[in-house]
Protein backbone atom coordinates (compact mmCIF):
# COMPACT_ATOMS: atom_id res chain seq x y z
CA UNK A 1 0.00 0.00 0.00
CA UNK A 2 1.36 3.46 -0.88
CA UNK A 3 1.51 5.97 1.50
CA UNK A 4 -0.13 9.60 1.22
CA UNK A 5 3.64 10.84 1.89
CA UNK A 6 4.91 8.38 -0.72
CA UNK A 7 2.26 10.22 -3.35
CA UNK A 8 3.93 13.48 -2.93
CA UNK A 9 5.98 14.39 -5.73
CA UNK A 10 9.40 15.41 -3.97
CA UNK A 11 9.56 18.94 -3.50
CA UNK A 12 13.24 20.14 -3.68
CA UNK A 13 15.10 22.96 -0.27
CA UNK A 14 15.06 25.71 -2.77
CA UNK A 15 11.19 25.15 -4.28
CA UNK A 16 9.84 25.29 -0.44
CA UNK A 17 11.44 28.71 0.52
CA UNK A 18 8.61 31.65 0.52
CA UNK A 19 9.48 34.58 -1.89
CA UNK A 20 8.21 37.14 0.61
CA UNK A 21 7.08 40.99 -0.30
CA UNK A 22 5.87 43.44 2.38
CA UNK A 23 3.04 45.62 0.83
CA UNK A 24 0.89 47.79 2.36
CA UNK A 25 -2.82 47.40 3.85
CA UNK A 26 -4.25 49.34 0.59
CA UNK A 27 -3.48 46.56 -1.96
CA UNK A 28 -5.53 43.27 -2.44
CA UNK A 29 -3.43 40.18 -3.23
CA UNK A 30 -5.21 37.66 -6.26
CA UNK A 31 -4.20 34.28 -6.36
CA UNK A 32 -4.08 34.11 -10.33
CA UNK A 33 -2.06 37.19 -11.12
CA UNK A 34 1.49 38.56 -10.52
CA UNK A 35 1.43 40.79 -7.69
CA UNK A 36 1.97 44.48 -8.63
CA UNK A 37 2.44 46.00 -5.26
CA UNK A 38 5.36 47.65 -4.49
CA UNK A 39 7.76 46.73 -0.96
CA UNK A 40 6.19 48.97 2.09
CA UNK A 41 8.60 48.04 4.57
CA UNK A 42 8.46 51.52 6.84
CA UNK A 43 5.76 53.88 8.48
CA UNK A 44 4.68 56.31 11.26
CA UNK A 45 1.67 55.79 13.38
CA UNK A 46 0.02 57.27 16.96
CA UNK A 47 0.28 55.80 20.20
CA UNK A 48 -3.34 53.92 20.77
CA UNK A 49 -3.57 53.95 16.79
CA UNK A 50 -4.18 50.23 14.99
CA UNK A 51 -1.85 49.53 11.85
CA UNK A 52 -1.64 46.81 9.84
CA UNK A 53 0.53 45.83 6.62
CA UNK A 54 0.79 42.63 4.65
CA UNK A 55 2.97 39.73 4.19
CA UNK A 56 2.94 39.07 0.50
CA UNK A 57 4.10 35.10 -0.62
CA UNK A 58 4.32 32.39 -2.87
CA UNK A 59 6.07 29.04 -3.71
CA UNK A 60 7.06 27.13 -7.04
CA UNK A 61 5.29 24.17 -6.04
CA UNK A 62 2.84 23.18 -2.94
CA UNK A 63 3.84 23.88 0.64
CA UNK A 64 1.75 23.28 3.41
CA UNK A 65 2.13 23.50 7.26
CA UNK A 66 4.32 26.92 6.69
CA UNK A 67 4.90 28.41 10.01
CA UNK A 68 4.74 32.53 10.60
CA UNK A 69 5.51 34.47 13.39
CA UNK A 70 6.04 37.83 14.34
CA UNK A 71 9.14 39.05 15.89
CA UNK A 72 9.29 42.22 17.65
CA UNK A 73 12.23 44.61 18.59
CA UNK A 74 13.84 47.85 19.48
CA UNK A 75 17.39 48.70 19.76
CA UNK A 76 16.51 51.35 22.54
CA UNK A 77 14.59 49.73 23.93
CA UNK A 78 13.52 46.20 24.73
CA UNK A 79 11.00 46.18 27.62
CA UNK A 80 9.10 48.14 25.03
CA UNK A 81 9.28 45.63 22.30
CA UNK A 82 8.31 42.68 24.37
CA UNK A 83 5.26 45.12 25.85
CA UNK A 84 3.97 45.46 21.94
CA UNK A 85 4.73 41.61 20.99
CA UNK A 86 1.58 40.35 22.78
CA UNK A 87 -0.25 42.54 20.26
CA UNK A 88 0.91 41.87 17.18
CA UNK A 89 -1.68 39.07 15.31
CA UNK A 90 -1.11 37.58 12.25
CA UNK A 91 -3.77 36.23 9.91
CA UNK A 92 -4.78 35.02 6.44
CA UNK A 93 -6.54 36.28 3.74
CA UNK A 94 -8.58 34.27 2.76
CA UNK A 95 -10.56 34.29 -0.57
CA UNK A 96 -14.10 34.17 -0.97
CA UNK A 97 -16.37 33.87 -4.56
CA UNK A 98 -17.54 37.14 -5.98
CA UNK A 99 -20.28 36.08 -9.06
CA UNK A 100 -21.76 39.59 -8.43
CA UNK A 101 -18.79 41.97 -8.11
CA UNK A 102 -20.25 45.43 -9.73
CA UNK A 103 -23.01 46.27 -11.66
CA UNK A 104 -22.61 46.58 -15.93
CA UNK A 105 -22.31 50.60 -16.13
CA UNK A 106 -19.74 50.68 -13.06
CA UNK A 107 -17.10 53.53 -13.39
CA UNK A 108 -12.91 52.55 -14.12
CA UNK A 109 -12.20 52.55 -10.15
CA UNK A 110 -12.63 49.20 -9.72
CA UNK A 111 -10.31 46.20 -9.56
CA UNK A 112 -11.97 43.98 -11.64
CA UNK A 113 -15.54 43.31 -12.56
CA UNK A 114 -15.05 39.51 -13.69
CA UNK A 115 -16.51 37.08 -11.70
CA UNK A 116 -14.17 35.09 -9.42
CA UNK A 117 -12.55 34.55 -6.00
CA UNK A 118 -11.39 37.70 -4.29
CA UNK A 119 -9.22 38.47 -1.36
CA UNK A 120 -11.07 39.36 2.24
CA UNK A 121 -11.49 37.18 5.29
CA UNK A 122 -8.90 37.40 7.52
CA UNK A 123 -8.97 34.00 9.00
CA UNK A 124 -6.99 32.43 11.93
CA UNK A 125 -4.28 31.09 11.28
CA UNK A 126 -4.26 27.28 13.13
CA UNK A 127 -0.61 26.32 14.73
CA UNK A 128 -1.44 22.55 13.36
CA UNK A 129 -2.12 23.46 9.93
CA UNK A 130 -0.06 26.95 9.35
CA UNK A 131 -0.14 28.59 5.72
CA UNK A 132 -0.29 26.75 2.48
CA UNK A 133 1.65 27.97 -0.36
CA UNK A 134 0.37 26.83 -3.77
CA UNK A 135 1.70 26.48 -6.54
CA UNK A 136 3.04 29.70 -8.16
CA UNK A 137 0.42 31.97 -6.22
CA UNK A 138 0.20 35.00 -4.17
CA UNK A 139 -1.43 34.56 -1.26
CA UNK A 140 -1.07 36.73 2.22
CA UNK A 141 -0.55 37.23 5.44
CA UNK A 142 -2.25 40.26 7.39
CA UNK A 143 -0.73 41.86 10.46
CA UNK A 144 -2.30 44.03 12.73
CA UNK A 145 -0.54 45.94 15.22
CA UNK A 146 -2.76 47.69 18.46
CA UNK A 147 -0.41 49.86 19.79
CA UNK A 148 -1.64 50.51 23.21
CA UNK A 149 -2.12 54.30 23.97
CA UNK A 150 0.84 53.82 26.77
CA UNK A 151 3.28 52.61 24.49
CA UNK A 152 6.24 53.69 24.37
CA UNK A 153 7.60 56.42 21.41
CA UNK A 154 10.39 55.12 19.44
CA UNK A 155 10.78 52.55 16.52
CA UNK A 156 10.09 49.18 16.42
CA UNK A 157 11.23 46.30 13.96
CA UNK A 158 8.85 43.96 12.84
CA UNK A 159 10.20 41.00 11.41
CA UNK A 160 8.00 38.87 9.68
CA UNK A 161 9.54 34.85 10.21
CA UNK A 162 8.31 32.25 7.38
CA UNK A 163 9.72 28.92 9.24
CA UNK A 164 8.93 25.05 7.38
CA UNK A 165 6.85 22.78 9.74
CA UNK A 166 9.90 21.52 11.40
CA UNK A 167 10.80 24.92 12.99
CA UNK A 168 13.70 25.91 10.25
CA UNK A 169 13.70 29.39 8.83
CA UNK A 170 12.54 29.78 5.52
CA UNK A 171 12.47 33.24 5.00
CA UNK A 172 12.51 36.85 6.80
CA UNK A 173 11.17 40.51 5.90
CA UNK A 174 11.18 43.09 8.38
CA UNK A 175 9.42 46.21 8.80
CA UNK A 176 9.99 49.41 10.91
CA UNK A 177 7.19 51.21 12.80
CA UNK A 178 8.10 54.76 14.14
CA UNK A 179 5.54 55.41 16.61
CA UNK A 180 5.07 58.92 17.64
CA UNK A 181 4.79 60.59 21.01
CA UNK A 182 1.70 62.03 20.47
CA UNK A 183 -1.58 60.02 21.12
CA UNK A 184 -4.87 59.11 18.80
CA UNK A 185 -7.56 61.45 20.42
CA UNK A 186 -11.33 59.53 20.84
CA UNK A 187 -13.51 59.58 18.13
CA UNK A 188 -16.10 62.57 17.67
CA UNK A 189 -17.96 60.95 14.08
CA UNK A 190 -20.86 59.17 15.29
CA UNK A 191 -20.61 55.59 13.42
CA UNK A 192 -23.17 53.06 12.82
CA UNK A 193 -23.06 50.13 10.69
CA UNK A 194 -26.74 48.23 10.53
CA UNK A 195 -26.76 45.03 13.17
CA UNK A 196 -28.67 42.34 12.52
CA UNK A 197 -28.86 39.78 15.35
CA UNK A 198 -31.66 37.69 13.78
CA UNK A 199 -28.43 36.51 11.26
CA UNK A 200 -26.82 35.24 14.18
CA UNK A 201 -29.35 33.79 15.72
CA UNK A 202 -30.06 31.84 11.99
CA UNK A 203 -26.46 31.30 11.58
CA UNK A 204 -25.69 30.17 14.65
CA UNK A 205 -28.82 27.93 15.11
CA UNK A 206 -29.60 29.71 19.04
CA UNK A 207 -33.07 30.70 20.11
CA UNK A 208 -32.82 34.92 20.42
CA UNK A 209 -32.40 35.78 24.02
CA UNK A 210 -31.12 32.46 25.35
CA UNK A 211 -27.69 32.77 26.87
CA UNK A 212 -25.68 31.79 23.74
CA UNK A 213 -27.45 34.36 21.65
CA UNK A 214 -26.57 37.23 24.30
CA UNK A 215 -22.79 35.90 24.73
CA UNK A 216 -22.75 36.17 20.64
CA UNK A 217 -24.31 39.10 20.47
CA UNK A 218 -21.54 40.89 23.09
CA UNK A 219 -18.74 39.60 21.02
CA UNK A 220 -20.12 40.77 17.38
CA UNK A 221 -20.27 44.13 19.45
CA UNK A 222 -17.40 44.37 20.94
CA UNK A 223 -15.58 43.86 17.47
CA UNK A 224 -17.65 46.36 16.22
CA UNK A 225 -16.85 49.23 19.02
CA UNK A 226 -13.16 48.28 18.48
CA UNK A 227 -13.77 49.56 14.66
CA UNK A 228 -15.09 52.49 15.54
CA UNK A 229 -18.60 51.20 15.18
CA UNK A 230 -20.27 53.54 18.26
CA UNK A 231 -23.78 53.61 17.70
CA UNK A 232 -25.80 50.23 17.52
CA UNK A 233 -28.69 50.00 15.91
CA UNK A 234 -31.55 48.42 18.51
CA UNK A 235 -34.77 46.31 17.73
CA UNK A 236 -36.88 47.88 19.74
CA UNK A 237 -39.06 45.50 17.79
CA UNK A 238 -37.81 43.57 14.76
CA UNK A 239 -36.32 46.34 12.12
CA UNK A 240 -38.43 46.62 9.13
CA UNK A 241 -35.43 46.43 7.06
CA UNK A 242 -34.88 44.89 3.68
CA UNK A 243 -37.87 42.67 4.37
CA UNK A 244 -40.27 41.07 1.31
CA UNK A 245 -43.34 42.58 1.53
CA UNK A 246 -45.69 40.20 3.09
CA UNK A 247 -42.76 38.59 4.67
CA UNK A 248 -40.89 38.49 8.15
CA UNK A 249 -38.01 38.22 9.70
CA UNK A 250 -37.09 36.21 12.81
CA UNK A 251 -38.23 38.02 16.19
CA UNK A 252 -35.59 40.07 17.53
CA UNK A 253 -37.79 42.50 19.91
CA UNK A 254 -36.71 43.67 22.69
CA UNK A 255 -39.51 45.65 24.37
CA UNK A 256 -42.36 43.04 25.72
CA UNK A 257 -45.68 44.14 24.45
CA UNK A 258 -49.06 43.04 26.35
CA UNK A 259 -52.23 43.72 24.87
CA UNK A 260 -56.02 43.99 26.53
CA UNK A 261 -58.60 45.26 24.72
CA UNK A 262 -57.27 48.69 23.12
CA UNK A 263 -54.85 49.04 26.31
CA UNK A 264 -51.31 47.68 26.08
CA UNK A 265 -48.47 47.67 28.63
CA UNK A 266 -44.64 47.30 28.12
CA UNK A 267 -41.85 45.44 29.68
CA UNK A 268 -38.39 47.12 29.27
CA UNK A 269 -36.17 43.76 30.75
CA UNK A 270 -34.92 42.58 27.77
CA UNK A 271 -34.04 46.58 26.45
CA UNK A 272 -31.67 47.29 29.93
CA UNK A 273 -30.35 44.48 29.16
CA UNK A 274 -29.40 45.38 25.84
CA UNK A 275 -28.15 48.72 27.36
CA UNK A 276 -25.82 47.15 29.94
CA UNK A 277 -24.33 45.01 27.21
CA UNK A 278 -23.71 48.11 24.95
CA UNK A 279 -22.35 50.17 27.95
CA UNK A 280 -19.94 47.13 28.71
CA UNK A 281 -18.58 47.24 25.41
CA UNK A 282 -17.98 50.58 25.22
CA UNK A 283 -21.43 51.98 23.27
CA UNK A 284 -22.07 55.37 23.24
CA UNK A 285 -25.25 55.78 20.82
CA UNK A 286 -28.71 53.92 20.54
CA UNK A 287 -30.16 54.39 17.15
CA UNK A 288 -33.57 53.14 17.67
CA UNK A 289 -35.28 50.57 15.37
CA UNK A 290 -37.63 52.22 12.76
CA UNK A 291 -41.27 52.92 13.64
CA UNK A 292 -42.40 52.27 10.05
CA UNK A 293 -41.58 50.61 7.06
CA UNK A 294 -38.84 51.11 4.69
CA UNK A 295 -39.47 53.07 1.21
CA UNK A 296 -42.70 54.83 2.17
CA UNK A 297 -43.71 54.81 5.55
CA UNK A 298 -46.61 52.86 4.70
CA UNK A 299 -46.88 50.02 7.30
CA UNK A 300 -46.24 49.36 10.79
CA UNK A 301 -43.10 47.06 11.69
CA UNK A 302 -43.99 43.25 12.57
CA UNK A 303 -44.94 43.84 16.82
CA UNK A 304 -45.38 40.91 19.24
CA UNK A 305 -47.27 40.69 21.78
CA UNK A 306 -48.70 38.62 24.30
CA UNK A 307 -52.82 38.49 24.49
CA UNK A 308 -54.78 36.19 26.00
CA UNK A 309 -51.78 34.10 27.12
CA UNK A 310 -50.95 33.59 23.62
CA UNK A 311 -47.85 35.69 21.71
CA UNK A 312 -49.14 36.45 18.61
CA UNK A 313 -48.45 39.32 15.86
CA UNK A 314 -50.73 42.44 16.35
CA UNK A 315 -49.00 44.86 14.07
CA UNK A 316 -46.88 43.92 10.43
CA UNK A 317 -47.42 44.76 6.45
CA UNK A 318 -51.68 44.69 7.19
CA UNK A 319 -51.06 47.41 9.28
CA UNK A 320 -52.05 50.94 7.82
CA UNK A 321 -49.25 53.41 9.68
CA UNK A 322 -51.71 56.06 9.64
CA UNK A 323 -54.76 53.72 11.15
CA UNK A 324 -55.99 54.97 14.60
CA UNK A 325 -54.88 51.19 15.52
CA UNK A 326 -51.37 51.88 15.28
CA UNK A 327 -51.61 55.39 16.43
CA UNK A 328 -53.27 54.57 19.62
CA UNK A 329 -50.48 52.08 19.99
CA UNK A 330 -47.65 54.60 19.40
CA UNK A 331 -49.44 56.93 21.46
CA UNK A 332 -49.10 54.73 24.45
CA UNK A 333 -45.52 53.31 24.03
CA UNK A 334 -43.97 56.04 23.27
CA UNK A 335 -44.29 57.79 26.49
CA UNK A 336 -43.50 54.98 28.21
CA UNK A 337 -39.95 54.23 25.68
CA UNK A 338 -39.14 57.96 26.87
CA UNK A 339 -39.82 57.29 30.52
CA UNK A 340 -37.36 54.23 30.00
CA UNK A 341 -34.32 56.45 28.28
CA UNK A 342 -34.53 58.95 31.30
CA UNK A 343 -34.78 56.77 33.66
CA UNK A 344 -31.36 54.94 32.03
CA UNK A 345 -29.85 58.46 31.73
CA UNK A 346 -30.19 57.82 27.69
CA UNK A 347 -31.48 61.52 26.78
CA UNK A 348 -28.41 62.81 24.90
CA UNK A 349 -27.81 58.74 23.79
CA UNK A 350 -30.51 58.29 22.07
CA UNK A 351 -31.44 58.57 17.98
CA UNK A 352 -35.20 57.93 16.56
CA UNK A 353 -35.58 56.83 13.09
CA UNK A 354 -39.10 56.89 10.86
CA UNK A 355 -38.50 54.82 7.98
CA UNK A 356 -35.17 54.05 5.81
CA UNK A 357 -34.66 55.50 2.06
CA UNK A 358 -38.32 57.32 1.23
CA UNK A 359 -38.67 59.28 -1.78
CA UNK A 360 -40.77 62.11 -3.13
CA UNK A 361 -43.97 59.86 -3.90
CA UNK A 362 -43.77 58.71 -0.59
CA UNK A 363 -44.25 62.57 1.29
CA UNK A 364 -48.04 62.09 2.51
CA UNK A 365 -47.21 58.91 4.54
CA UNK A 366 -43.71 59.87 5.65
CA UNK A 367 -45.06 63.27 6.44
CA UNK A 368 -47.75 61.69 8.61
CA UNK A 369 -45.69 59.15 10.54
CA UNK A 370 -43.24 62.34 11.10
CA UNK A 371 -45.45 64.40 12.43
CA UNK A 372 -47.08 61.95 14.93
CA UNK A 373 -43.80 61.22 16.27
CA UNK A 374 -42.58 64.57 16.90
CA UNK A 375 -45.67 64.66 19.47
CA UNK A 376 -43.70 62.26 21.84
CA UNK A 377 -40.24 61.88 20.93
CA UNK A 378 -39.78 65.45 19.22
CA UNK A 379 -37.03 66.58 21.32
CA UNK A 380 -34.32 63.85 20.61
CA UNK A 381 -33.01 63.79 17.36
CA UNK A 382 -34.64 61.90 14.26
CA UNK A 383 -32.29 60.49 11.53
CA UNK A 384 -32.96 58.87 8.15
CA UNK A 385 -31.22 57.72 5.18
CA UNK A 386 -32.42 59.72 2.17
CA UNK A 387 -31.27 61.27 -1.20
CA UNK A 388 -34.15 64.27 -1.67
CA UNK A 389 -33.17 67.83 -0.35
CA UNK A 390 -36.94 68.85 0.15
CA UNK A 391 -37.53 66.19 3.02
CA UNK A 392 -35.02 68.31 4.97
CA UNK A 393 -36.91 71.53 3.50
CA UNK A 394 -39.80 70.75 4.27
CA UNK A 395 -38.64 69.89 7.99
CA UNK A 396 -39.76 66.61 7.81
CA UNK A 397 -36.21 65.27 8.63
CA UNK A 398 -34.33 66.81 11.06
CA UNK A 399 -31.43 65.20 10.82
CA UNK A 400 -31.31 64.26 7.20
CA UNK A 401 -28.57 61.43 6.43
CA UNK A 402 -28.05 62.06 2.33
CA UNK A 403 -26.26 59.20 0.26
CA UNK A 404 -23.16 60.53 -0.60
CA UNK A 405 -23.65 60.74 -4.61
CA UNK A 406 -26.50 63.36 -3.37
CA UNK A 407 -24.79 65.54 -0.56
CA UNK A 408 -24.29 68.38 -2.42
CA UNK A 409 -27.02 70.41 -2.18
CA UNK A 410 -27.00 69.58 1.67
CA UNK A 411 -23.64 71.18 1.99
CA UNK A 412 -24.44 74.06 -0.41
CA UNK A 413 -27.17 74.73 2.10
CA UNK A 414 -25.14 74.13 5.06
CA UNK A 415 -27.02 71.84 6.80
CA UNK A 416 -25.62 71.82 10.25
CA UNK A 417 -24.20 68.30 11.76
CA UNK A 418 -24.72 66.57 8.50
CA UNK A 419 -24.58 62.67 8.17
CA UNK A 420 -24.07 60.85 5.12
CA UNK A 421 -24.11 57.24 4.25
CA UNK A 422 -23.33 54.78 1.32
CA UNK A 423 -24.51 51.41 0.07
CA UNK A 424 -25.23 49.41 -2.97
CA UNK A 425 -26.65 52.27 -4.99
CA UNK A 426 -23.11 54.16 -5.07
CA UNK A 427 -20.89 52.39 -7.27
CA UNK A 428 -20.34 55.07 -9.23
CA UNK A 429 -17.52 58.22 -8.62
CA UNK A 430 -17.88 58.27 -5.09
CA UNK A 431 -16.26 56.03 -2.01
CA UNK A 432 -17.55 52.75 -1.36
CA UNK A 433 -15.70 49.65 -0.11
CA UNK A 434 -17.24 46.66 -2.41
CA UNK A 435 -14.63 43.93 -2.55
CA UNK A 436 -13.76 44.41 -6.40
CA UNK A 437 -12.86 47.87 -5.36
CA UNK A 438 -9.55 49.03 -4.56
CA UNK A 439 -8.64 49.70 -0.88
CA UNK A 440 -7.77 53.13 -1.63
CA UNK A 441 -11.60 53.86 -2.43
CA UNK A 442 -12.49 52.72 0.57
CA UNK A 443 -10.27 54.54 3.07
CA UNK A 444 -10.07 57.80 1.39
CA UNK A 445 -13.77 58.20 2.97
CA UNK A 446 -11.55 59.21 6.07
CA UNK A 447 -10.54 62.49 4.54
CA UNK A 448 -13.98 63.48 2.89
CA UNK A 449 -15.14 63.13 6.26
CA UNK A 450 -13.19 65.64 7.75
CA UNK A 451 -12.86 68.08 5.11
CA UNK A 452 -16.50 68.56 4.96
CA UNK A 453 -17.08 68.08 8.69
CA UNK A 454 -19.60 65.31 8.67
CA UNK A 455 -21.14 64.39 11.99
CA UNK A 456 -21.77 60.73 11.57
CA UNK A 457 -21.45 58.04 8.84
CA UNK A 458 -24.39 55.24 8.54
CA UNK A 459 -23.87 51.97 6.40
CA UNK A 460 -26.90 49.07 6.05
CA UNK A 461 -24.41 46.25 6.19
CA UNK A 462 -22.52 45.32 9.44
CA UNK A 463 -23.64 41.30 9.45
CA UNK A 464 -26.62 40.63 6.57
CA UNK A 465 -26.23 37.22 6.24
CA UNK A 466 -29.81 36.98 3.94
CA UNK A 467 -30.80 37.09 0.68
CA UNK A 468 -32.53 40.52 -0.83
CA UNK A 469 -35.40 40.82 1.38
CA UNK A 470 -34.28 38.23 4.08
CA UNK A 471 -35.97 35.64 2.06
CA UNK A 472 -33.58 33.28 3.23
CA UNK A 473 -30.23 32.60 4.87
CA UNK A 474 -27.13 32.70 3.01
CA UNK A 475 -23.72 31.32 3.68
CA UNK A 476 -21.24 34.55 3.40
CA UNK A 477 -18.06 32.36 2.90
CA UNK A 478 -20.10 31.19 -0.25
CA UNK A 479 -22.13 34.19 -1.16
CA UNK A 480 -21.23 37.69 -0.92
CA UNK A 481 -24.11 39.36 -2.50
CA UNK A 482 -27.43 38.60 -1.00
CA UNK A 483 -28.09 36.01 -3.68
CA UNK A 484 -27.08 37.92 -6.40
CA UNK A 485 -28.35 41.05 -5.31
CA UNK A 486 -25.97 43.66 -4.62
CA UNK A 487 -22.22 44.04 -5.50
CA UNK A 488 -20.22 41.23 -3.56
CA UNK A 489 -19.35 42.31 -0.26
CA UNK A 490 -21.85 45.25 -0.03
CA UNK A 491 -24.08 43.27 2.64
CA UNK A 492 -21.58 42.10 5.49
CA UNK A 493 -18.04 43.49 6.82
CA UNK A 494 -17.69 40.38 8.94
CA UNK A 495 -17.76 36.59 8.58
CA UNK A 496 -18.93 34.50 10.94
CA UNK A 497 -16.59 32.30 13.17
CA UNK A 498 -17.08 28.73 14.05
CA UNK A 499 -17.32 29.60 17.34
CA UNK A 500 -19.37 32.63 17.76
CA UNK A 501 -16.57 35.25 17.15
CA UNK A 502 -16.82 37.21 14.06
CA UNK A 503 -14.01 37.21 11.85
CA UNK A 504 -13.26 40.64 9.90
CA UNK A 505 -12.96 41.29 6.65
CA UNK A 506 -9.70 43.03 5.28
CA UNK A 507 -12.33 45.75 3.88
CA UNK A 508 -13.26 46.56 7.59
CA UNK A 509 -9.88 47.01 8.63
CA UNK A 510 -9.56 49.31 5.99
CA UNK A 511 -12.20 51.63 7.20
CA UNK A 512 -11.19 51.61 10.58
CA UNK A 513 -8.09 52.82 9.09
CA UNK A 514 -9.98 55.77 7.35
CA UNK A 515 -11.74 56.47 11.04
CA UNK A 516 -7.87 57.11 12.12
CA UNK A 517 -6.94 59.46 9.42
CA UNK A 518 -10.14 61.36 10.54
CA UNK A 519 -9.04 60.92 13.84
CA UNK A 520 -5.29 62.12 13.45
CA UNK A 521 -6.66 65.24 11.20
CA UNK A 522 -8.80 65.89 14.09
CA UNK A 523 -5.62 66.44 15.94
CA UNK A 524 -3.24 68.05 13.82
CA UNK A 525 -5.94 70.51 13.52
CA UNK A 526 -6.23 71.15 16.80
CA UNK A 527 -2.84 72.02 16.60
CA UNK A 528 -1.82 74.41 13.41
CA UNK A 529 -5.33 75.15 12.30
CA UNK A 530 -7.92 73.92 10.06
CA UNK A 531 -6.80 75.56 7.21
CA UNK A 532 -3.41 74.34 7.18
CA UNK A 533 -4.66 71.27 8.31
CA UNK A 534 -6.43 70.50 4.57
CA UNK A 535 -4.12 72.29 2.74
CA UNK A 536 -1.37 69.65 4.04
CA UNK A 537 -4.07 66.85 3.55
CA UNK A 538 -4.63 67.98 -0.51
CA UNK A 539 -0.94 68.63 -1.03
CA UNK A 540 -0.49 66.48 -4.39
CA UNK A 541 -4.19 65.75 -4.79
CA UNK A 542 -4.22 67.77 -8.20
CA UNK A 543 -7.58 69.41 -7.22
CA UNK A 544 -9.53 69.91 -3.74
CA UNK A 545 -10.86 66.44 -3.02
CA UNK A 546 -15.00 66.69 -2.76
CA UNK A 547 -16.85 63.51 -2.32
CA UNK A 548 -16.75 62.69 -5.94
CA UNK A 549 -12.85 64.12 -6.97
CA UNK A 550 -10.29 62.46 -4.93
CA UNK A 551 -7.06 60.71 -5.82
CA UNK A 552 -7.16 57.57 -6.39
CA UNK A 553 -3.40 56.20 -5.86
CA UNK A 554 -3.01 54.19 -3.06
CA UNK A 555 0.72 55.39 -2.88
CA UNK A 556 -1.03 59.11 -2.44
CA UNK A 557 -3.20 57.89 0.28
CA UNK A 558 -0.20 56.30 2.52
CA UNK A 559 2.24 59.13 1.71
CA UNK A 560 -0.92 61.77 2.88
CA UNK A 561 -1.25 60.10 6.14
CA UNK A 562 2.89 60.20 6.57
CA UNK A 563 2.66 64.03 5.88
CA UNK A 564 -0.06 64.16 8.55
CA UNK A 565 1.60 62.12 11.01
CA UNK A 566 5.15 64.26 10.39
CA UNK A 567 3.36 67.07 11.13
CA UNK A 568 2.07 66.20 13.82
CA UNK A 569 5.31 65.21 15.38
CA UNK A 570 6.65 68.58 14.05
CA UNK A 571 4.32 70.14 16.69
CA UNK A 572 6.00 68.32 19.59
CA UNK A 573 3.76 67.24 22.73
CA UNK A 574 2.09 63.74 23.89
CA UNK A 575 -1.59 64.56 23.07
Same mark, same amino acid.
Given at each position: MISDKERRPTVSTAESIPEIRLISSLEKVFADEELQAAPYVKATALRGETFSFQAAYRTATLVKHIRVRAEVSNSENAGAASAIAPFVEL?? %????? +???????????? %???? $? #???? #??????? +??????????? !???????????? *??????? /??? +??????????????? $??? @???? $?????? !??????????????? $?? /????????? /??EIVERYVKTAVDHGINMLLTPLFTPPLDTQVGGERPTVQLVDVRKSGDTYTFGFGKLKRWVELCDRCGVRYFELSHLFTQWGAKHAPKIMAEEDGELKRIFGWDTDATGEAYKSFLAQFLPELVRFIRDNGLEKRVYFHVSDEPHTEHFPWYESASSWLKQFVGEFPSIDALSDYAFYEKGLVPNPVPASNHIKPFLDNGVPDLWTYYCCSQYKTVSNRFICMPSARNRVLGLQLYKFRIAGFLHWGYNFWYAQYSRFPIDPYKNTDANHAFPAGDPFVVYPGPDGTPYESLRFEVFREAL !?? @????? @???????????????? *????????????????????????????AIRATGGPA
Open positions: RS %VGLVP +AELPIYADHDDN %VLRA $T #PGLY #PDPLLPI +APSEGLTGFPG !QWRSVWVTVRLP *EAVAAGR /YTI +AIVFESAEGAELARE $TFE @LDVL $TAKLPE !QKLIHTEWFHTDCLS $TY /YGVDVFSER /YW !QD @LRALE @LLESRIGRERTIALME *EGAGAPITFDEYPRDAAWLLGCRERINE
